[in-house]
């Protein structure tokens, strides 16, 4: 058994804590009126250090994966840390302008603002299911054969009983 799984399981487990974190904490803010500056000032810090983590974890996650020879999920890792990059370089200076005007009594920003919030909540959640495939990738991570017979991240564990994951994929697979 390769010693780069321990790695890629810790950077696995990080970028479900960073997004999950992300997630729970960032949906509690939409309750916020957004009517003082100080709350379009949070809720951008916010999302700055959320990108910020989420480019690294999802960095160390690619290069973690590679070096297992999980060259998809090192794919769908790379994908999350560009989509972290482009939507940090374009949602923080586009959170600057409306909290500008926000703070200039603009009533139309307040909306925009929290459109703004709302989808880009949607969206990392859409990203963090689809980059990492789903249910069904999960599953393929946890039943995949490693070198030396051994089945997915957790060697001790025997196979599962065809089906036992609930769906005919399973089955098909044996």
């Known amino acids: 058994m390769s010693s780069a799984i321990y790695p890629a399981l810790f950077f696995t487990v990080a970028m479900m804590v960073n997004t999950g974190y992300f ?28 990108y910020h983590a989420a480019f690294w974890v999802a960095l160390g996650a690619a290069v973690s994966y590679a070096l297992w020879g999980r060259f998809v999920f090192a ?16 949602l923080l200076p586009a959170m600057l302008q409306v909290g500008s ?11 925009r603002f929290r459109r703004m919030h709302a989808t880009v909540l949607l969206l990392t959640w859409y ?4 980059s990492s495939g789903g249910s069904s990738c999960c599953r393929r991570l946890f039943h995949a054969r490693v070198p030396g017979g051994a089945t997915g991240l957790w060697p ?11 769906t005919r994929s399973c089955a098909a697979r044996r």
């Open 75 to 90: 794919v769908g890792a790379a994908v999350l840390a560009a989509t972290a990059t482009i939507l940090r370089k374009r």
């Open 156 to 166: 001790s564990l025997p196979r599962p009983v065809a089906g036992a994951c609930g």
């Open 23 to 50: 997630l729970l904490g960032g949906l509690p803010l939409l309750i916020l009126k957004h009517d003082e500056p100080l709350d379009a000032r949070f809720v951008r810090g916010f999302f700055n250090v959320y």
């Open 127 to 130: 990203s963090s299911w689809s």
């Open 101 to 111: 005007q926000i703070e200039a009594g603009d009533a139309s920003a307040l909306q």
